[in-house]
C-alpha cells in the first residue's frame, strides 16, 4: 500500500497586479504518494510550475498562497509522522529552510538560470550540503564529486570546480540533479527538466532519474507537457487547465480511458508515426488571458462538447472510479445546480 507523502486540498495562488488579480492556481487538489511518480501536465501557462514551487514556498511576489492546504506527512527525528502545513509557513521562516533542498528538492526548468555563473559547480553543490548536514567541508567536497559521477558526468574531480557556463545544457541539467540530490530528499520536484535538451540528451537524462529514484526511493513530481515523456515514467497522471486539475488518475487510465474533452484533446494532439501523411488534431484556440478568465467552465471556449451550461455553472469534482476524478459537467447532474441557481 502506497502511503500519502503530500496532500495539497484547494490550493489558490494568486498574483495581486496593478492590471488586477490573476488566479493562477484555482482550487487545486494534489496528492503525491510516497514513491511513486505524479506527472502534471497541461499546456504552458495552466499554472503548473506556480502550483509546484508552492510546495517549497518559493512563489514569486506578488504571488502568494490565499488559501488551502498542502499536508507534508513528514518523517521526525523519533521515527515518528508529523504532518506539517506548509502553506501555513513562514516563506524564510527557519522549518521551511530546513525542507526546502533537504527533503523536498527541486530540479527548476532552465539550469542555467538556476545554477551562478559567479561559482563553481562544485561550491554550489557543497553550500547545500553544508547548509543540511553536518559534514566538514572536506567531505562535503567528496560527496559533490560522488553524486556527478553518479549522475554520469565524465571526470567529476576536474568538471566539479568549473562554472556553469562552461557545460553544455544536459551537463548543466546533470549537475542541477546532482545538487537537489545530494542530501537524499524524500521527494524530488522536477519542472520541465528535459524541455530545453536534444531527444538524446533528454532520453538520458530520463533514465538516470528513473534510476535515482528507484536507489533512493522517493517521490518524483514531474511537471511536463510532453504526453510521451508522461507514458514513459509516470504511475499516476493530473491533468491541469488554467489553474485547476480536471483531471486526475493512474496512467493507465489516463491515455486508455480519458473523461475530460481537455485530456481527450490532448491525446489527440499527439503526432503519430503512420504510414501515410496526415494532419495534426491540434486543440482548437488557446490559454485565455489571465485577466478574462471565461465564466463557467474554464475550458468551455475551446472544448468541441461545450454546452449552454457550461459558459455559466462551475463544474465539481465527480468521483468516476477508486483513482479517478473528473472535474466536468457531462457527469454532473445539472438538475440540482439549476435549482440552487433558482433559489438564490
Not at 495539497?8 to 494534489?30: P, W
Not at 539550469?111 to 553544508?130: D, F, H, K, R
Not at 491525446?267 to 465564466?295: C, F, H, Q, W
Amino acid at each position: 500500500m502506497s502511503e500519502t507523502l503530500i496532500e495539497v486540498t484547494d490550493l489558490k495562488i494568486h498574483f495581486f497586479t496593478d492590471e488586477g488579480v490573476v488566479r493562477a492556481v484555482d482550487g487545486s487538489d494534489l496528492t503525491v504518494e510516497r514513491g511513486r511518480t505524479l506527472s502534471l501536465v497541461g499546456e504552458s501557462g495552466c499554472g503548473k510550475s506556480v502550483a509546484c514551487r508552492s510546495l517549497l514556498q518559493i512563489v514569486h511576489t506578488p504571488g502568494r498562497i490565499v488559501s488551502g492546504e498542502i499536508l507534508y506527512n513528514r518523517k521526525s527525528g523519533n521515527g515518528l509522522d508529523e504532518i506539517i502545513d506548509i502553506a501555513k509557513l513562514d516563506p524564510k521562516g527557519k522549518q521551511i529552510r530546513d525542507i526546502r533542498g533537504k527533503e523536498i528538492s527541486m530540479i527548476f526548468q532552465e539550469p542555467m538560470t538556476s545554477l551562478s555563473p559567479m561559482y563553481t559547480v562544485g561550491n554550489q553543490i557543497v553550500e547545500n550540503i553544508l547548509l543540511h548536514t553536518d559534514k566538514t567541508k572536506k567531505e562535503a567536497h567528496a560527496l559533490a564529486i560522488e553524486l556527478l559521477d553518479k549522475v554520469g558526468i565524465p571526470k567529476p574531480g576536474r568538471l566539479v570546480e568549473e562554472y556553469p557556463f562552461r557545460l553544455s545544457g544536459g551537463m548543466r541539467q546533470r549537475a542541477m540533479i546532482a545538487m537537489a540530490l545530494s542530501c537524499n530528499p524524500t521527494m524530488l520536484i522536477a519542472d520541465e527538466p528535459t524541455t530545453a535538451l536534444d531527444v538524446t540528451t533528454q532520453a538520458n537524462i530520463l533514465d538516470l532519474m528513473l534510476d535515482l529514484q528507484r536507489q533512493y526511493g522517493m517521490a518524483l513530481l514531474f511537471i511536463t507537457h510532453d504526453l510521451g515523456v508522461v507514458a514513459e515514467i509516470a504511475d499516476d497522471v493530473a491533468v491541469m487547465y488554467l489553474g485547476k486539475i480536471v483531471e486526475k488518475s493512474d496512467v493507465d487510465t489516463i491515455f486508455n480511458n480519458p473523461q475530460h474533452p481537455y485530456t481527450q484533446a490532448l491525446l489527440r494532439s499527439i503526432p503519430k508515426v503512420a504510414t501515410r501523411r496526415e494532419e495534426l488534431d491540434p486543440i482548437k484556440g488557446m490559454v485565455p488571458n489571465p485577466y478574462r478568465r471565461p465564466e463557467g467552465c474554464p475550458f468551455h471556449p475551446r472544448c468541441a462538447k461545450a454546452f449552454s451550461e457550461c459558459r455559466t455553472i462551475v463544474p465539481s469534482v465527480t468521483q468516476l472510479g477508486e483513482n479517478h476524478t473528473v472535474q466536468c459537467l457531462l457527469y454532473e447532474d445539472l438538475s440540482d445546480k439549476k435549482a440552487m441557481e433558482q433559489s438564490l
